[in-house]
T-cell receptor, first 114, second 110 residues
């Protein structure tokens, strides 16, 4: 199994630009999570999908952030417009059984907004 | 409102056992203890979890005290590749949320 796949691994963009992060969960997993990690705030849950439906988006910082899961094998996290404070590492994770089991994390996307 | 307390850092000699403590004195009866680790520039990795009984898998052992107020993660033979931040997480059974604290930075030295 290839594990959770994220792309791009690194993204550098200018303030105001749109950024799209992509995630392919492990095949067969029905839960998907987007996390953000910064030095100041640590690892934070942004949004949780179960069976492609957003269940908990209370961690999404503001309206500039949006996430979609059009099918079981693909999810996107979009930031529009991006700001320097969005600079962080964004992780996608997937799990079986509504996340009650262990979560498997991808390698992350390091986003830098200048 | 942290549910767990871990030492910020610890060193371990390569080949020796690494014992990582975690205090969770306010744990509830339906809360599990989970351990994850994060190697530099990688995503967090699940290690082990338990409720009451001690648990062992191919990566580590988890020892939970009888009163469940603390636990110890044991890496039996630490290698340089075990250098990472280790997170102890208390999680309600059936809940999807993982709340990562600051963790313990473990450095394995040759």
């Amino acid at each position: 199994d290839a594990g959770v796949i994220q792309s791009p691994r690194h993204e550098v963009t200018e303030m105001g630009q749109e950024v799209t992060l992509r995630c392919k969960p492990i095949s067969g997993h029905n839960s998907l999570f987007w996390y953000r990690q910064t030095m100041m705030r640590g690892l934070e849950l942004l949004i949780y999908f179960n069976n492609n439906v957003p269940i908990d988006d209370s961690g999404m910082p503001e309206d500039r952030f949006s996430a979609k899961m059009p099918n079981a094998s693909f999810s996107t996290l979009k930031i529009q417009p991006s700001e320097p404070r969005d600079s962080a590492v964004y992780f996608c994770a997937s799990s079986l059984d509504r996340g009650r089991n262990e979560q498997y994390f991808g390698p992350g996307t390091r986003l830098t907004v200048t | 409102d942290a549910k767990t307390t871990q030492p910020p850092s610890m060193d371990c000699a390569e080949g020796r056992a690494a014992n990582l403590p975690c205090n969770h004195s306010t744990i509830s009866g339906n809360e599990y203890v989970y351990w994850y680790r994060q190697i530099h520039s990688q995503g967090p990795q699940y290690i082990i979890h338990g409720l009451k009984n001690n648990e062992t898998n191919e990566m580590a052992s988890l020892i939970i005290t009888e009163d469940r107020k603390s636990s110890t993660l044991i890496l039996p033979h630490a290698t340089l590749r075990d250098t990472a931040v280790y997170y102890c997480i208390v999680r309600v059974g059936g809940d999807y949320k993982l709340s990562f604290g600051a963790g313990t930075t473990v450095t394995v030295r040759a």
